[in-house]
């Protein structure tokens, strides 16, 4: 019999600063409304840009530690997501991700605040277990899309595949507290062609980001917090509507926009 139910969406969440996750304001109150507006996912596999290896990971632990991956932000110190992990979960990514090598983490990682400044919005009572997929920052970006295709199944099986990074990056040319006045050009010219290629589905566009105007290299000056948009653009498939919950310009160089797929 053919399976008629339909496949559980693909997210990609701009995070922007951490302090989003006690902020409330339009990026949060959007990421509350994806959570709330979904099925209830059966576990969620999250790749945040913050989890940047040598080599591929998953966490595996049964309790997730909260973790602090930055500096500056004392009234972040007592946030905590308390999410449970999934060591089955882990194990079967291990085993789909084949032939790549997948190391479990059970002792160094947990949740990184890529991953709980958007969740403890999204599925803020931190019901639903979490693991996170590391990006291998040795690899290039068609390597995490390949990658990512082998996570399809799971779609369909009630788990919710999400990232967390943003669009444009460019920390050196960030003004904290500037909000959304005076972005730079340049940065939104890129938000909106990377907007403009989801849109069309040109997948190799945006595998190859660098290229897509002429300041890709300012807009990505490092790739970590892109790629986690390649994983979910691997996942998206023929006729599947793309919307954007979130979009602009923070600070002048952070976008913080965000898409789901399905």
């Known amino acids: 019999m053919e399976n008629t139910t339909k496949p559980m969406p693909v997210v990609f969440f701009g995070h922007g600063t ?43 632990q049964a309790n997730p530690e909260t973790v602090y991956d930055f500096g500056g932000f004392t009234e972040l110190e007592n946030v905590v997501y308390p999410a449970p992990g999934d060591p089955a979960l882990a194990a079967r990514l291990k085993e789909l991700l084949i032939p790549t090598e997948v190391g479990i983490d059970n002792e160094e990682w947990g949740f990184d605040h890529g991953t709980w400044s958007v969740l403890i ?49 460019n920390l050196r040319m960030w003004v904290r507290h500037q909000g959304l006045n005076g972005a730079y050009d340049w940065a939104e010219r890129f938000e909106a062609r990377v907007k403009e290629t989801l849109e069309s589905g040109d997948d190799a566009a945006l595998v190859n980001y660098q290229t897509l105007t002429p300041e890709g290299r300012l807009a990505v ?32 160089s952070i976008s913080m926009l965000s898409f789901q797929i399905g």
């Open 18 to 60: 951490p302090m989003n996750a006690i902020w409330q304001n339009a990026y949060t109150r959007s990421w509350a409304k994806i959570g709330a507006e979904m099925p209830r996912p059966k576990a969620i596999v999250m790749v945040s840009a913050h989890w940047y290896t040598r080599g591929t990971w998953v966490t595996g």
């Open 121 to 169: 919005h999204a599925f803020p009572k931190a019901d639903v277990p979490v693991i996170q997929l590391s990006i291998d920052g040795t690899k290039p970006a068609s390597f995490h899309y390949e990658l990512a295709k082998a996570l399809a199944p799971l779609r369909d099986e009630g788990y919710l595949i999400a990232a967390s990074g943003n669009v444009v990056h």
């Open 221 to 252: 000056p490092t790739p970590d917090h892109y790629l986690p948009l390649v994983f979910m653009i691997a996942l998206r498939r023929p006729g599947e509507p793309i919307k954007f919950p979130t979009e602009g310009i923070d600070g002048g």
